[in-house]
T-cell receptor
């Protein structure tokens, strides 16, 4: 158990819909990262927040957005969903903003778009 | 544009033998390379890393080798154990001065199966 929690574990929805994925970082961690893992793909970095502010952006679609709240939990919002958005979405957290090996990953949310 | 590639989707090894997982990269603007291990229904777990200024780092049964001229790194597991069966991802961190500073770029993963 990494200490990072993600809800829900599974999500099934239809094209065109909007969903929100939630992440609670480890206690004391200020940085939250979101990754997407599609079939046959490695983890793709989406976005990072540090203490409530956006710190870095990866290949995140305009239909996707995220935020980190004052209690440091983060939400990833996916809208106008397409079949290709079906993937595993991981959240990771770390104490400082530039950590690499100190990123602790949650168990992921599996999104299925029908 | 896949900057970090793991060309072997899977690897099967006998218990006690050496497992060698390979990773190639195309971007010279990486300062750290990492290996993560992932079991089903869990998130990736950090395994071992190596700085771009080194060519070898060892931690118990795990050794990572970096060949900068070939833009290649490998993870050696000796001896392999059935509990090592998992998906292994290599990742590279963007160096300062580049547009990807601090970001991790992951390979597609290699499924390692260690047979008893």
């Amino acid at each position: 158990d990494s200490g990072v929690t993600q809800t829900p574990k599974h999500l099934i929805t239809a094209t065109g819909q909007r969903v929100t994925l939630r992440c609670s970082p480890r206690s004391g961690d200020l940085s939250v990262y979101w990754y997407q893992q599609s079939l046959d793909q490695g983890l793709q970095f989406l976005i990072q927040y540090y203490n409530g502010e956006e710190r870095a952006k990866g290949n995140i679609l305009e239909r996707f957005s995220a935020q980190q709240f004052p209690d440091l939990h983060s939400e990833l919002n996916l809208s106008s969903l397409e079949l290709g958005d079906s993937a595993l979405y991981f959240c990771a957290s770390s104490v400082v903003w530039s950590s690499y090996n100190e990123q602790f990953f949650g168990p992921g949310t599996r999104l299925t778009v029908l | 544009d896949q900057q970090v590639k793991q060309n072997s989707p899977s690897l099967s090894v006998q218990e006690g033998r050496i497992s060698i997982l390979n990773c190639d990269y195309t971007n010279s603007m990486f300062d750290y390379f990492l290996w993560y291990k992932k079991y089903p229904a869990e998130g990736p777990t950090f395994l071992i890393s190596i700085s771009s200024i080194k060519d070898k780092n060892e931690d118990g049964r795990f050794t990572v080798f970096l060949n900068k001229s070939a833009k290649h790194l490998s993870l050696h597991i000796v001896p392999s154990q059935p509990g090592d069966s998992a998906v292994y991802f290599c990742a590279a961190r963007g160096a300062s001065g580049g547009t990807s500073y601090g970001k991790l770029t992951f390979g597609q993963g290699t499924i390692l199966t260690v047979h008893p």
